[in-house]
C-alpha cells in the first residue's frame, strides 16, 4: 500500500521496488493507495500490472492511518474478481 500512487512512484517508491523483483518471477504486481494520481498509468511501465484505490468517505489523516489495514483488506476484498479478471487478461497477452 501506498498513500498516493502517481508520476513520482517511478522515482524509488517502495511499489516500484516490489514490482522489479515481482517482475524477475513473474509474479502479478497490484498496488494499492489511497489516491491515485491523473498521471499514475506510467508505472505499469515500471512493473505494476493493476492499482487499487482505496474507497472509503473522506476522513482526516490520522483516522486513516488508524483504519489503514482495514481499509487496504476492504479494498482488496471487493477488487477480487477485478483483479483476477485484470491479471488474467494482462498474462494472456503477453503469452
Known sequence: ?????DSQTIYGKAPIG???IAKKYN?????????????ADIVHQYGIDTLLK???????????????YRLIKRTIK?????????????Y????
Open 1 to 5: 500500500g501506498e498513500g498516493k500512487i
Open 27 to 39: 509474479i502479478p504486481v497490484i498496488a494499492v493507495a489511497a489516491i491515485i494520481g491523473d498521471d
Open 54 to 68: 482505496i474507497s472509503e468517505p473522506p476522513m482526516n489523516l490520522n483516522e486513516s492511518k488508524v483504519k489503514k
Open 78 to 90: 471487493n477488487s477480487k474478481i477485478e483483479i483476477l479478471k485484470k491479471i488474467t487478461m494482462d
Open 18 to 20: 516490489v514490482a522489479k
Open 92 to 95: 494472456r497477452v503477453k503469452e
